[in-house]
């Protein structure tokens, strides 16, 4: 995906391994793997999600690119406005083109900065909505915010994976934009979002 970092972590554990980045206010346990993939424009798709299939075996990063290679098995997802699609044609495009912090603008540069060329936002990888096949997937929680431009892409992404048999929890949350997650002291939503979040990876990890 185009965000200019993404850091994941999860526990060690032989069982199935949830899939979450790290944010304040989410449950850890006391080992943890980190992984930290190259970074956008200098280094192009697919290397960031090859950095991450690379540490599945520490690190639960990527579940099409596992499912698709057959492992490692993956316990869950957690995908916070999500990048799902290379397109800026929904109605939440149109809507917060501007004005939202996050515009249609960056969006086209972090792409631009990201492909090495056009054709490659149509591959699965770099756009999971153009996927053919989503069944198999783990649980998902997909967070959106009412006024970002990724809003609907990410919803969209989360009724394929329903449509596909999987389960998915699709939470939106009204008046915010995107990066409301990572406010949360001192946005009420942002705080009832880390708390949702992190009570589907507590039934992830088996966390009471």
């Known amino acids: 995906m185009p965000p200019a970092r993404s850091t994941f972590a999860c526990r060690e554990s032989r069982r199935p391994l949830p899939l979450a980045p790290i944010w304040p206010g989410l449950p850890t346990a006391s080992r943890h793997a980190l992984r930290l993939h190259r970074l956008a424009p200098e280094h192009k798709y697919p290397a960031a999600p090859g950095d991450c299939y690379a540490a599945t075996r520490w690190v639960a990063v990527v579940t099409l690119i596992a499912c698709d290679r057959g492992g490692p098995k993956l316990a869950y997802q957690l995908m916070i406005y999500p990048i799902t699609n290379y397109s800026f044609d929904t109605p939440s495009y149109q809507e917060n083109a501007k004005g939202y912090s ?100 507590r039934s992830a990890f088996g966390i009471e």
Not at 167 to 195: L, P, S, W
């Open 102 to 201: 996050l515009t249609k603008d960056d969006m086209i540069w972090f792409w631009d900065h990201y492909l090495p060329i056009e054709d490659d936002g149509k591959h699965p990888y770099a756009s999971p909505l153009q996927a053919q096949d989503l069944s198999n997937l783990p649980p998902a929680i997909v967070i959106t915010a009412e006024f970002d431009p990724l809003r609907d892409e990410g919803e969209q992404y989360a009724d394929r994976l329903q449509e596909a048999g999987n389960q998915v929890t699709v939470m939106r949350y009204n008046g915010m934009i995107h990066g409301f997650f990572g406010i949360g002291a001192v946005v009420d939503q942002g705080k009832q979002a880390i708390e949702d979040a992190a009570a589907g990876l």
